[in-house]
């Protein structure tokens, strides 16, 4: 996945994370969530749903941290 680096593209990420997590796939959510935080490292929201993508995929000490 590659939606460049413009000012919406950690939103667009997270967009394609939630619509992952809704589909079932949390490894895909997951890749969208880190290329997300990569763009805002401070949102609080998209950690929440980094985190949310780990515990689907079994990952939970990665989802406390």
């Keep these: 996945i590659d939606l ?3 000012s ?3 939103e667009d ?3 394609l994370g939630v619509e992952a997590l809704r589909q079932g796939d949390p490894a895909r959510a ?3 969530f880190a ?3 990569l763009n805002a490292p401070r949102a ?3 950690h ?3 985190a949310a993508a780990y515990l689907a995929l079994g ?3 990665d989802a406390q941290s």
């Design 44 to 46: 609080a929201h998209i």
């Design 13 to 15: 990420y997270n967009r």
């Design 30 to 32: 997951a890749q969208a």
């Design 59 to 61: 990952r939970n000490g």
């Design 35 to 37: 290329q997300a935080i």
């Design 8 to 10: 919406g593209a950690a």
């Design 4 to 6: 460049g680096t413009e």
């Design 48 to 50: 929440a749903n980094m």
